[in-house]
């Protein structure tokens, strides 16, 4: 199956630091999402890309869509304690059916100490 | 809105036991997905469904059977579990993409998850 090659797998940062992370393909994706899944529960979307070359901010993250279409990173600025969790980029493939199937990344586990 | 539910919680198996996972979801949503997540390999669609009464594989079905009898409900039934399928199991839902008033963002609306253990 197709796979996503997400970095870095885990990452233990200063509260008040910047956190960045991405995510690289070797197919293109038509839509790169990017989740957050806290401890005892599912993954919750943070920002949603379409475009190549999209840049999209909700609140502190920041994320975009490669131009190659083949790649997206998520950066996190002035990181707080509840920014703990795991983060997952997801691609849509463009050739994909009619569901909404996601390849999922294995996941960020981002550490943030006081 | 309870969004989507998952039962049980938690669940032990031994080996060549069956067992059924359910997931509701309130949301009026068209797509049902089933996923597992193993550590170090994000999540792996098992089976999902595109509407009441219809199924398809994802990239790991085997070992797994489901059904979608109703719209709100999708089940995710082991016949005869093996340790290789202990993981966290996870149900989600979405609108389908394109739907007038609806959402097109991607997104999927995940359970809290469900923890089997197959001994």
């Known amino acids: 199956g197709q796979q996503l090659n997400q970095s870095p797998q885990s990452m233990f940062i200063q509260e008040g630091e910047d956190v960045s992370m991405n995510c690289t393909s070797s197919s293109i994706f038509n839509t790169w999402l990017w989740y957050k899944q806290e401890p005892g529960e599912g993954p919750v979307l943070l920002i949603a890309?379409?475009?190549?070359?999209e840049l999209t901010s909700n609140g502190r993250l920041t994320a975009q869509f490669g131009i190659t279409r083949k790649d997206s990173f998520l950066n996190i600025s002035a990181s707080i304690p509840s920014d703990v969790g795991i983060y997952f980029c997801a691609g849509q493939l463009k050739s994909s059916g009619s569901a909404r199937q996601l390849t999922f990344g294995s996941g960020t586990q981002l550490t943030v100490l006081p | 809105n309870a969004g989507v539910t998952q039962t049980p919680k938690f669940r032990v198996l031994k080996t060549g036991q069956s067992m059924t996972l359910l997931c509701a979801q309130d949301?009026?949503?068209?797509?049902m997905y089933w996923y597992r997540q193993d550590p170090g390999m994000g999540l792996r669609l098992i089976h999902y469904?595109?509407?009441?009464?219809?199924?398809a594989k994802g990239e790991v079905p085997d070992g797994y059977n489901v059904s979608r009898l109703k719209k709100q409900n999708f089940l995710l039934g082991l016949e005869s579990a093996a340790p290789s399928q202990t993981s966290v199991y996870f149900c989600?839902?979405?609108?389908?993409?394109?739907?007038?008033?609806?959402?097109?963002?991607?997104?999927?609306?995940f359970g809290e998850g469900s923890r089997l253990t197959v001994l």
């Open positions: 949301m009026n949503h068209e797509y």
């Open positions: 469904s595109v509407g009441e009464g219809t199924t």
């Open positions: 989600a839902s979405s609108p389908p993409p394109g739907l007038a008033g609806a959402t097109n963002t991607g997104e999927l609306f």
């Open positions: 890309l379409y475009k190549a070359g």
